[in-house]
């Protein structure tokens, strides 16, 4: 049974460019969350994404969107990019549908903005 | 402003040594309580997690944790930790049914063989 998966591992992007981070959640998780983990930090809430909506944001600027598919898989996207931006960034799925449950993370994508 | 504090950054051991990690967190109203571990290099799992009910609450790996509602706590224990228990500890608080997690800052633990 397939975990989180998250690609790419590593991204290497400059100020000012911008980038789309994918997730596919566990095998019969219907809601994902995004997470951005700064070094030396825990992971903080970005937004979270259930039924292909926005359900709950973060205290994060616009810059940040996200997307998620018919088949659950979602998006991140970050525009003009900042160096503030570099970090590892975790999708975390849950089911709602079987009610409240823990969320599974993945391995997260390495974000470095030159 | 809701927060997540864990009082340790990082912790030293020798193995057989007993593991306690400090966890308090600042919400009002009914909270769902949880530890993740970070093992190098893989991803955040679960330890253990607190919804309601009995407040001792036993996880995975030998892990326990103690929520104490008076004292906005949620400390984890192990009686005697291993080398394989070297990793990074995160205490995490959402809101009754709340998907969304607030992490503290973790706890490096390095237990020495």
């Known amino acids: 049974d397939a975990g989180v998966t998250q690609s790419p591992t590593h991204l290497i992007k400059t100020r000012g460019q911008q980038v789309t981070l994918r997730c596919s959640p566990k095998?019969?998780?219907?809601?994902v969350s995004w997470y951005q983990q700064a070094l030396g930090q825990g992971p903080q809430f970005i937004f979270q994404?259930?039924?292909?909506?926005?359900?709950q944001r973060g205290n994060f600027p616009d810059r940040f969107s996200g997307h998620q598919f018919p088949n659950y898989s979602s998006e991140l996207n970050v525009n003009a990019l900042l160096l503030g931006d570099s970090a590892l960034y975790l999708c975390?799925?849950?089911?709602?549908?079987?009610?409240?449950?823990?969320?599974?993370f993945g391995d997260g994508t390495r974000l470095s903005i030159l | 402003a809701q927060s997540v504090s864990q009082h340790n950054h990082h912790v030293i051991l020798s193995e057989a040594a007993s593991l306690e990690l400090g966890c308090n967190y600042s919400?009002?109203?009914?909270?769902?309580l949880f530890w993740y571990v970070q093992y190098p290099g893989q991803h955040l799992q679960l330890l253990l997690k607190?919804?309601?009910?009995?407040?001792l609450v036993k996880g995975i790996k030998g892990f326990e944790a103690e929520f104490i509602k008076s004292k906005f706590s949620f400390n984890l224990r192990k009686p005697s930790v291993q080398w394989s228990d070297t990793a990074e500890y995160f205490c995490?608080?959402?809101?009754?049914?709340?998907?969304?997690?607030?992490f503290g800052a973790g706890t490096t633990v390095t237990v020495r063989a």
């Open positions: 919400y009002g109203g009914t909270v769902n």
């Open positions: 995490a608080v959402s809101l009754h049914n709340d998907y969304k997690l607030s």
């Open positions: 095998s019969g998780h219907d809601t």
């Open positions: 994404y259930y039924e292909e909506e926005e359900r």
């Open positions: 975390a799925s849950s089911s709602r549908s079987k009610g409240f449950q823990p969320q599974h």
């Open positions: 607190y919804f309601s009910g009995d407040p």
